[in-house]
C-alpha cells in the first residue's frame, strides 16, 4: 500500500540554523500539506500546496517558512532560521482530490536548542 | 471558522469495557467532511473514518463504530470491547472545502488509556 514517507524522522538544531524537512508523497496525489504538532498539543495545518504553488497558508507560516516541490516526487519544507517555539512534530500529508482524505507520513520531529 | 472540540482530555478504562470518544464540531457551511484519525505512542497520525456531511448513516468497522449527529453537530466514535492496543491518542477533524483554508482543524484529542 503507498504511504507517504517522510526524513529525517529526526532533527536536532542549533536556534539561528536553517532546516529543510523532506516527504514523498502518495505518488499519484496532487495536494499536499505541512502540519505541525507542538508536544502534547493538537495537530495544526501550516500550508497547502497545489500545481506547483501555495494554495492555502495558515497565520503560523510566516516568512521563515517555506515550502517547494524541487522534482516530481519530493516536497519540501524549510525553516529559514530556526527558533526554539519551531520544536514540534512536523507532518506531511497527501491528498488526490482537496476533499478527500489527507494520509499523513510519519512526522519529523524538529527540536531547536 | 470552523471548530472542533473533544472535551475529553483523558479517558482510562480497564481492558473489554466499551469507550466512547466525544466530537463536537462547528462549522457554517452545509457541505463539510469529518475524520477520526489515531495518534499511537510511536507518533503518526493513522487515518480511521472520513464522513460527508450528507451520510448521517453511522458506521461499523469490526470493534469500532462511529455516530454522526447533524442535529447535534457531534461525529462521536465509540471502540467496544477495547484493548491495550488500543491506547493512543485520538484527533477529530473537520474539512470545510471554501473555508478559507485547505488544511484540515484538528480537535486537541482524546488521550485513551487501555489498562489490563
Known amino acids: 500500500e503507498p504511504e507517504v514517507t517522510q526524513t529525517p524522522s529526526h532533527q536536532v538544531t542549533q536556534m539561528g540554523q536553517e532546516v529543510i524537512l523532506r516527504c514523498v508523497p502518495i505518488s499519484n496525489h496532487l495536494y499536499f500539506y505541512w502540519y505541525r504538532q507542538i508536544l502534547g498539543q493538537k495537530v495544526e495545518f501550516l500550508v497547502s500546496?497545489?500545481?506547483?504553488?501555495?494554495?492555502?497558508k495558515s497565520e503560523i507560516f510566516d516568512d521563515q517558512f517555506s515550502v517547494e516541490r524541487p522534482d516530481g516526487s519530493n516536497f519540501t519544507l524549510k525553516i529559514r532560521s530556526t527558533k526554539l517555539e519551531d520544536s514540534a512534530m512536523y507532518f506531511c500529508?497527501?491528498?488526490?482530490?482537496?476533499?478527500?482524505?489527507?494520509?499523513f507520513g510519519p512526522g519529523t520531529r524538529l527540536l531547536v536548542l | 471558522a470552523q471548530k472542533v472540540t473533544q472535551a475529553q482530555t483523558e479517558i482510562s478504562v480497564v481492558e473489554k469495557e466499551d469507550v466512547t470518544l466525544d466530537c463536537v464540531y462547528e462549522t457554517r457551511d452545509t457541505t463539510y467532511y469529518l475524520f477520526w484519525y489515531k495518534q499511537p505512542p510511536s507518533g503518526e497520525l493513522v487515518f480511521l473514518i472520513r464522513?460527508?456531511?450528507?451520510?448521517?448513516q453511522n458506521e461499523i468497522s469490526g470493534r469500532y463504530s462511529w455516530n454522526f449527529q447533524k442535529s447535534t453537530s457531534s461525529f462521536n466514535f465509540t471502540i467496544t470491547a477495547s484493548q491495550v492496543v488500543d491506547s493512543a491518542v485520538y484527533f477529530c477533524a473537520l474539512y470545510q472545502p471554501g473555508g478559507g483554508a485547505d488544511g484540515l482543524t484538528f480537535g486537541k484529542g482524546t488521550h485513551l488509556i487501555i489498562q489490563p
Open positions: 500529508a497527501s491528498t488526490r482530490e482537496i476533499q478527500e482524505t489527507q494520509y
Open positions: 500546496f497545489y500545481n506547483n504553488e501555495i494554495s492555502e
Open positions: 464522513r460527508n456531511s450528507f451520510d448521517e
